[in-house]
């Protein structure tokens, strides 16, 4: 009696806890427009993020919160009771994996954690999945989390980062390293909070570096860096997974750079660089040889060069009336200045991606919030798409590299970041067709997270005038 008491006692705790992770609160139910089932999104053009072309006239077939068929509409067979979904003139592309998607945000004038604003235009704008890429508050980064894994909150799933570590003096919220120990110390500590990944930062050292790799690697985690003391092939030779800002912080080409040692002015270098040249190509070799991709995060450098990006009043529409005023102030002292540096910059690095794809590599996206305010959660990944295609990749590619590229390097590709069967339900669903109207990338109606989806309008109607504040 009492063993049978006891398993029935753990079936009810499974079951039970299996229901729980099913259900929603009240404050998330409220922006879901279909739960999770049997749902057929029918007549859609597939862009499936594999890198395969676009198909037309396809049915996907969700049962509860994975895919269970893809193929042409008439041809995939429907369960009775099935909830059916025409959408003629729609595209549906997998979720977008932001990986440079921090859940705080700066202007010239204020910094702050945003764990309503940020995770909800997140999603709202069709990325299901980020990785924080460094954090300042990397408790409540957690805990954000942990709510929303358990339908507490509106949000992707989040792969939280440990706090920014650099070398010498930096910010208050950076871990400032001044040996190697200090480097174990800190990713040892974080690493049994509970962190996904660390984030180098630019005053780092190689012994320092590689110290925090180390360690990193002997807990099972990865580390990316934002660097400048250390070039891209050092830090390739020290075991890093991941690179980010591609050619915009890379000290590979500076001639006058002293190791250790972040140069002054190596931006100069930088625009003057032939992507053939056989340094860029080395500096190619070694991270493809070495398996390192890259995080592209074109659209929060774009506001550096005069009257770039294009306004768009939504963006306006979600700052709080002071963010939105430091906004424009800061937007219009750039055009006055008028710096040429970063026009010739923001080509380069266009030039850059792109070659280093070409080379075989493995390119990724994020938006990267901070800078001056102006590249929004969620809407500065959409941005990103655009600005592949001004690189001169196609949709279809551009479509890969922010969704199916960002999975391979969380690891978490056999699940997501792409439309297949067997792989769970992280879908975007787009009015218009983004190969013929790229611009039709903002037109986001639905989001699926997980077989859930998720109304973007009612979304992005909860954070206006929000951003910068909450």
Request: with cysteine.
């Amino acid at each position: 009696m009492r063993r049978t008491f006891i398993l029935f006692f753990l079936l009810a705790f499974t079951v039970n806890l299996v229901s729980a992770q099913e259900q929603f609160s009240a404050n998330v139910s409220q922006y879901i427009k279909y739960e999770r089932g049997t749902i057929a999104l029918e007549n859609v053009t597939v862009i499936d993020g594999t890198g395969s072309p676009a198909s037309h006239g396809q049915t996907i077939l969700i049962e509860n919160s994975r895919i269970s068929a893809v193929g042409p509409a008439g041809e995939v067979v429907i369960p009775e009771g099935a909830e059916r979904i025409d959408f003629t003139d729609h595209t549906v592309i997998p979720g977008l994996i932001g990986l440079h998607d921090h859940t705080f945000y700066t202007t010239s004038k204020r910094e702050i954690q945003l764990n309503f604003s940020a995770p909800m235009l997140y999603l709202a704008s069709g990325v299901t999945t980020i990785r924080t890429t460094g954090s300042i508050a990397p408790y409540a980064e957690l805990s954000l989390k942990r709510t929303i894994d358990r339908g507490a909150a509106v949000g992707p799933k989040i792969f939280a980062t440990g706090p920014y570590m650099t070398g010498g003096t930096g910010m208050g919220n950076e871990a400032q390293l001044k040996t190697a120990e200090d480097a174990r110390r800190v990713v040892k500590y974080w690493a049994e909070e509970g962190v996904s990944w660390f984030k180098a930062y630019t005053l780092i050292s190689r012994d320092e570096l590689g110290a925090a790799i180390d360690e990193a690697h002997k807990h099972g985690l990865k580390v990316t860096g934002h660097l400048c003391s250390v070039s891209f092939k050092e830090a390739v030779a020290l075991g890093i997974d991941n690179l980010e800002h591609g050619f915009f912080t890379n000290t590979d080409y500076d001639p006058d750079k002293q190791p250790d040692q972040c140069p002054e002015g190596f931006r100069t270098v930088l625009a003057e660089m032939d992507m053939s040249s056989p340094d860029v190509q080395e500096t190619f070799k070694a991270m493809i040889d070495a398996g390192v991709g890259m995080t592209s995060t074109l659209a929060v450098y774009e506001m550096f060069i005069p009257n770039r990006p294009p306004l768009e009043q939504r963006v306006l529409d979600a700052m709080s009336p002071e963010v939105r005023q430091e906004f424009l102030q800061t937007r219009a002292q750039i055009s006055e200045q008028n710096n040429q540096l970063w026009g010739k910059l923001f080509e380069k690095a266009l030039e850059f991606d792109y070659a280093f794809v070409q080379a075989g590599g493995t390119l990724a996206a994020g938006v990267d919030p901070t800078g001056y305010g102006g590249a929004l959660p969620g809407y500065g990944d959409q941005r990103n798409f655009e600005l592949l295609l001004e690189g001169g990749f196609t949709p279809v590619e551009a479509v890969q590299i922010i969704s199916a590229n960002g999975a391979k390097i969380l690891g978490i590709y056999d699940d997501t970041g792409s439309i297949e069967v067997g792989k769970l339900a992280d879908l975007v669903v787009i009015a218009g067709d983004i190969e013929v109207n790229p611009g039709s990338i903002r037109n986001v109606l639905y989001v699926f997270r997980e077989g859930t989806g998720f109304d973007s309008e009612l979304m992005i109607e909860a954070v206006q005038g929000l951003v910068g504040i909450q």
